[in-house]
């Protein structure tokens, strides 16, 4: 990765006077170039959407059909935009942004940012008319406000930025991130056709009459994971629906990718995973979690890649904009929108910078799985951390943050143990210089049981699994690269497989995890061979395979070999419990299937599979609910499971198509790893570093 792309935004922060680099004069860009008479104030905003054509017709709709009254109605409307409209106040910018740089110099070390991307951006604003559309990925809910933090820092407007009712609950809290921007949007309104349309008018004019550019996060919530997630449609619709109008000349999606060492939210995301309910956002949460602000640096690094602004027009050209001419009711193709969400998620993964804690974490779950007594030094992890990290940037072309002279041997072991400071509740190297685990549970103290998303796991099992999906978070983002070859390792069996049988295997995987990887269903079968050619090629040069005649055997790199197929194991063990507990329901009950009853089932059978070291699922990362949610959905896209008609949250199964899968699963020549978390208890040290509890 070309470091002199990358600058520290903290750097000349922490030479500076705060209060005067805050209040400083500012004449921001404004990257939407209007006439003045063009640009509306909010309570011209608020005056445009209740004055719209297509709100005062759904109004009057209401009125007709209720029986209410039309004061009523128009008040009912007017609350609603209040409600949602921003607010922006450069004064209250300038005070938060003394508050928040300090804390950003307390909690991380380096904000490093793509400052060439930044100015070729900037440039561009400078001599465009279009309106701009930030669409950062969502890591952390710190993310929205890092974003405002590197505008403000190079003199450009705060957005108009979508941001959920959760925020717009907490007290103080709610009315200031208005003034910098916020507008707020309700998680569900589809069946409230007022709110609707006074949504879909809002946005239309902020569109062409607001000279800030719009932020929204395309995957909707905080990816827990830390990978990527699938993209939701409907704002992103909305906002095609503007151009398609001709509002504005072109629409420029920016893509931002956003990389933590550590998130602020990690333990919390390890919790939720595993079916502890998060705490609901509040003001006094917000004071409660200051406390992160007592170490310093304990956060570490982030970076934030600006990739290449995306126009709308290249998806919505001129015969689209002729249509909507010649039917005003014609709406944008949804597979226009969802070429754009997956090219913008595809964007956010291609510019993702991965952090050595990131291999740190991949090697440390190999380890245990692999050779789970055997110590782990620093000597042993720098030479596979450099071997894997060697793969991974040149066969795979990963951005990876790199430091100087870091090929030398000991320059290795220094960017490793600069690497693990802000982890270490987490990952130490004791006194013999062997790595261990923290074990970072203590007994949860809950009150009411209800409130637990999944199946109440034991004691002994959260032990075992909080450690393990803690190492998961920060190993995941290295699956965005790794994931089509992972899968080709899965389709080779010891005794070798045919060319033919390799490929059908790798279609079906591929089918099974493409909401956990994000990848777009593709029904061309040469542009899925085209992409399984590739993958082949990457581990046919690295040695880990060989083709002799028509058939594709194991190599000589069985290091790298057992990692990628490892990894992927874990995805392939729940669609195949999931699916056995499908095809078992069918066999046993004539109760209703739910959504919620399966999620509940499947986390309880994985439970009782690592207890009992069966050979399915025994990585602790199966017992995480996001997983479930992912295959779920995946098997819904292939209609192996059918939503009821009538009744919501009900199902029912497509047993043939059930059958044939579970049958290829078990097909699959998987090849399981000799130890397992539990075997590695020695591995991690029983004491817990952090009182759990205090941030829950």
């Known amino acids: 990765m070309e470091q002199s792309k990358f600058v520290d935004l903290l750097e000349e922060r922490r030479k500076d006077c705060d209060f005067l680099w805050a209040t400083r004069p500012l004449d921001p860009l404004l990257p939407h170039m209007l006439p003045i008479e063009l640009v509306y104030s909010r309570d011209k905003v608020i005056q445009s959407v209740l004055t719209d054509t297509l709100v005062k017709a759904t109004i009057a709709l209401i009125v007709k059909t209720t029986g209410a009254k039309l004061k009523d109605v128009e008040k009912r409307a007017r609350a609603m935009i209040n409600e949602m409209a921003s607010k922006a106040d450069l004064a209250t910018v300038r005070w938060l942004g003394i508050f928040i740089t300090k804390a950003m110099k307390r909690m991380f070390s380096k904000i490093y940012i793509n400052e060439t991307n930044l100015t070729n951006l900037k440039k561009e604003m400078l001599i465009s008319q279009i309106q701009y559309v930030y669409v950062p990925s969502h890591r952390s809910y710190l993310d929205f406000i890092l974003l405002s933090y590197i505008l403000f820092s190079y003199d450009m407007a705060l957005p108009n930025i979508a941001a959920g009712m959760d925020f717009y609950n907490m007290k103080i809290v709610g009315e200031l991130l208005r003034k910098t921007g916020a507008f707020y949007i309700r998680r569900s309104f589809s069946n409230d056709p007022l709110y609707k349309q006074i949504f879909r008018s809002y946005i239309n004019t902020i569109i062409s009459h607001s000279n800030r550019a719009i932020e929204f996060f395309i995957e909707g919530t905080r990816s827990r994971s830390q990978k990527s997630t699938v993209p939701k449609y409907g704002l992103l619709s909305i906002i095609l629906e503007s151009l398609l109008q001709g509002n504005v000349p072109d629409i420029h999606f920016v893509p931002m990718s956003i990389s933590y060492e550590r998130p602020p939210e990690e333990l919390l995301f390890v919790y939720e995973m595993l079916g502890v309910p998060k705490p609901k956002e509040s003001t006094t949460g917000l004071v409660r979690s200051l406390s992160i602000l007592q170490k310093p640096a304990s956060h570490g690094r982030i970076f934030f890649n600006i990739g290449e602004p995306i126009s709308a027009r290249q998806f919505l050209d001129a015969k689209y904009r002729r249509k909507k001419i010649l039917e005003p009711s014609f709406k944008v193709p949804s597979s226009v929108v969802e070429n754009i969400a997956y090219f913008i998620i595809e964007t956010h993964k291609k510019n993702t910078v991965l952090m050595p804690i990131n291999i740190v974490a991949l090697l440390i779950n190999e380890r245990i799985q692999t050779k789970p007594r055997e110590p782990y030094t620093l000597d042993s992890l720098a030479k596979d951390y450099q071997r894997f990290k060697n793969f991974i940037t040149k066969s795979l072309q990963v951005l990876m943050f790199e430091s100087e002279s870091s090929n030398d041997g000991e320059k290795i072991k220094q960017e490793i143990l600069e690497s693990l400071k802000p982890h270490n509740e987490l990952i130490v190297i004791d006194s013999s210089n062997t790595l261990r685990l923290k074990q970072r549970h203590k007994e949860l103290k809950l009150t009411n049981y209800s409130n637990i998303k999944g199946h109440l796991l034991s004691e002994r099992t959260m032990q075992i699994a909080v450690p393990a999906v803690n190492i998961a978070i920060y190993m995941n983002p290295t699956l965005t690269f790794l994931a089509k070859t992972a899968l080709v390792t899965a389709t080779i069996g010891e005794d070798g497989t045919q060319i033919g049988v390799a490929l059908k295997r790798y279609e079906l995987l591929r089918k099974l995890v493409s909401t956990e990887f994000v990848l777009r269903l593709v029904e061309d079968e040469s542009l899925i061979k085209a992409e399984w050619e590739q993958s082949l090629n990457i581990l046919l040069s690295e040695n880990c395979l060989r083709i002799v005649k028509d058939s594709i055997f194991l190599g000589n790199n069985t290091e790298l070999l057992s990692i990628l197929h490892n990894v992927v194991t874990p995805f392939i063990d729940v669609a195949y419990v999931m699916c056995n507990l499908l095809y078992e ?45 992912a295959t779920w959905s995946s098997l819904l896209s292939q209609n192996i499971i059918i939503p009821h008609q009538e009744h919501t949250n009900v199902y029912r199964t497509d047993n043939a198509k059930l059958a044939c899968l579970l049958e290829t699963l078990r097909e699959l020549p998987l090849r399981r790893p000799v130890g397992t978390y539990a075997d590695a208890l020695s591995f991690i040290i029983s004491t817990p570093s952090v009182d759990v509890q205090a941030k829950l």
């Open 585 to 629: 329901w069918i066999e046993r009950t004539s109760s209703e299937l739910t959504d919620r009853m399966i999620l509940v089932e499947t986390q309880k059978e994985v439970e009782r599979l690592i207890l009992e070291t069966s050979d399915w699922c025994q990585h602790p990362y199966c017992l995480s609910l996001d997983l479930y949610n």
